[in-house]
């Protein structure tokens, strides 16, 4: 669900995944999708959540009017699933977002 609403998983993370996380991945870092729907790799393929996951529209597609632009900016940098790449709270708040 996370990739769908955020974008992909970044390949550094994927490839830093700890323990059993990494059986998760394909050799190129893609999330072994729908294969994990029934929750484990050992759980059958749920198929209803797997048509879920299909109909959800990405969190910037929702975002998508001229009044919210402020607002997908900063979540846009906010969201970034490596930490390391992520904005931190100093600079949210210096967002056009939050001006008067």
């Avoid at 929750?39 to 009017?65: C, F, I, P, W, Y």
Wanted: charge should be negative; aromatic fraction near 4%.
């Amino acid at each position: 669900m996370m990739e769908k609403l955020c974008g992909p998983i970044p390949l550094e993370m994927a490839r830093d995944a700890k323990n059993d996380a990494k059986d998760c991945f394909d050799w190129e870092g893609i999330l072994d999708w729908p294969a994990l729907s029934g929750g484990s790799l050992t759980q059958h393929r749920d198929k209803k959540a797997e048509k879920e996951v299909d109909n959800t529209r990405s969190l910037m597609d929702r975002l998508s009017s001229t009044k919210e632009t402020e607002l997908r900016e900063m979540l846009d940098k906010l969201l970034v699933l490596n930490p390391n790449h992520r904005v931190g709270a100093a600079e949210t708040l210096e967002a056009r977002y939050f001006d008067p």
